[in-house]
């Protein structure tokens, strides 16, 4: 069991962090770039960067120009 918790359960960091290594193991790392790359692919392709200011960016979904995120 995972330590971290009064109860001896995993949390979900800790499990998505195990399942992520398991993949690894069993796919290898050229897998994990190739589906990283195709999801930064299809990201990109729904949203885009607009600078707000000198210092802060937007993230904008391109089919209707809603803002999701600024940073």
């Known amino acids: 069991m995972a330590k971290g918790t009064r109860e001896g359960k995993m949390t979900k960091k800790q499990a998505g962090s195990l399942g992520g ?12 770039q ?3 790359k195709r999801g930064a692919a299809v990201t990109w392709s729904r949203f885009s960067l607009k600078p707000i200011g000198q ?8 089919s209707d120009n809603v803002i999701i995120a600024i940073w």
């Open 21 to 32: 290594k398991a993949t690894v193991k069993r796919h290898g790392k050229r897998h994990m």
């Open 34 to 36: 190739k589906i990283g």
């Open 55 to 62: 210092t802060q960016y937007a993230m904008v979904r391109r």
